[in-house]
């Protein structure tokens, strides 16, 4: 009965300007037998590619009331004309937009994913301050229309459940989006071989410290320049190779002069396709984040690569990396700590080989895609089938110790 209803299924998801990224997650749903349709503010290209119908709407990922509400009547008329059985969204924006806009549509239910915090509750800056407080009047109304939210870590749903702004019965923890392994195996074989990369780049026979992620004061990288810094001081043939945008990150991008003034021993590249072959010339992977993430998928893809990791003791981030074990640990905002864990991981071969070891093992077994979709499936075929919202009865919380 279960399978019939599914084939019939239409699922809408809907994100934001780096939706493309889940686009295996997607195309896993449609083979067990979804209808899928994806919405989001970013290039249609990669799913057209993936033949996946996309809807593009006008979204400003910081503070803008009039960009907010031209993205939900947008939402509203997408909800409206399509009909789908199920909406799934992510991103704090959008987790506020989406159950608004489905309102209309009781048939219609929405799954929202908290996937980090991000920027409003990680910064002390007088705005994000002053906005929590509507930010928590929001959630708490929209929580009405919302069938299911589900956390990508322990410590958000704690946040979210001591602060009333989701029902106590109606979420659970589901770690992450997942990683396509087959796919993130099959791209760092068929990508340029790290002879080539190193070639590219001049990087000839450096030690390589890289970094994926938007070049975002908040993601750490003022922090990762004092520590490379550091680094290049006590062992001068390290570079650090930083992979991610810098353009569309409005006043919290770090600019280029300051790119600059750590040269040579920082080279920032942009944006890349071909991360999973770039991972392969790395010694060491560095994520130095100050915001309370959901699971990084930079992590997952990082561990998943072999690499002994460095990163921050920030939620999400802890999810992924156990300090000593498959990786190393440090405070944000600690430039002398991060430097130092570091060395250590590129002065001990032996030991950075065997955390880097422990992590591939523990990705792909945690947090392997086929898990992550099996789970989400599962919450959206007993939300269509259960008369009452919130008593799943099937599905069990997620983390990445387990189901408990």
């Not at 059985?85 to 009781?106: G, I, M």
């Not at 920027?119 to 002053?130: C, D, E, I, M, Q």
């Not at 992620?213 to 990762?224: A, D, E, F, S």
Request: charged share 20%.
């Amino acid at each position: 009965m279960i399978k019939q209803a599914r084939e019939a299924v239409h699922l809408l998801c809907i994100g934001g300007e780096d939706h493309c990224l889940r686009i295996p997650f997607l195309l896993a749903l449609r083979d067990k037998g979804f209808r899928i349709s994806a919405a989001g503010t970013g290039d249609p290209a990669s799913f057209a590619r993936a033949n996946l119908d996309y809807y593009r709407f006008p979204l400003a990922r910081f503070v803008d009331p009039m960009s907010d509400w031209a993205a939900f009547k947008a939402i509203s008329k997408l909800i409206a004309d399509l009909r789908p059985e199920l909406v799934q969204c992510f991103d704090t924006k959008l987790n506020l937009l989406v159950p608004f806009a489905a309102r209309r549509h009781p048939d219609v239910k929405v799954v929202s994913t908290i996937n980090g915090l991000g920027w409003l509750y990680s910064s002390r800056s007088p705005v994000a301050l002053g906005l929590r407080p509507v930010y928590h009047s929001l959630n708490r109304l929209v929580n009405q229309w919302t069938a299911m939210t589900v956390f990508q870590n322990r410590d958000d749903q704690a946040f979210f459940m001591h602060r009333r702004m989701v029902s106590r019965v109606a979420n659970l923890v589901i770690p992450g989006s997942g990683i396509d392994i087959d796919g993130f195996d099959e791209a760092a074989a068929t990508g340029p071989s790290p002879g080539q990369l190193r070639a590219a780049f001049g990087l000839s026979d450096a030690e390589i410290v890289v970094t994926v992620t938007r070049l975002n004061r908040q993601k750490g990288i003022p922090t990762l320049f004092e520590a490379a810094a550091l680094v290049h001081r006590a062992r001068p043939r390290v570079r650090f190779l930083l992979i991610g945008p810098r353009e569309n990150e409005g006043r919290l991008a770090v600019t280029q002069a300051e790119i600059d003034r750590h040269a040579p021993y920082v080279l920032a590249i942009g944006a890349r396709s071909d991360v999973p072959a770039l991972l392969r010339i790395a010694d060491v992977f560095a994520f130095p984040t100050e915001l309370r993430e959901g699971i990084p998928r930079v992590l997952l893809e990082a561990a998943a690569a072999g690499l002994p990791i460095v990163t921050t003791k920030m939620p999400g981030c802890t999810d992924v990396i156990r300090d000593g074990w498959n990786g190393r640990l440090v405070p944000p905002h600690a430039p002398e700590l991060l430097a130092e864990r570091i060395l250590d991981l590129l002065r001990d071969r032996q030991a950075a080989e065997a955390m880097g070891a422990r992590a591939a093992a523990f990705v792909r077994h945690e947090f392997n895609l086929g898990i992550i979709v099996a789970h989400y499936a599962a919450v959206y075929e007993e939300l269509l089938s259960c008369p009452v919202p919130g008593r799943l009865q099937t599905v069990k919380c997620v983390t990445s110790q387990g189901a408990i």
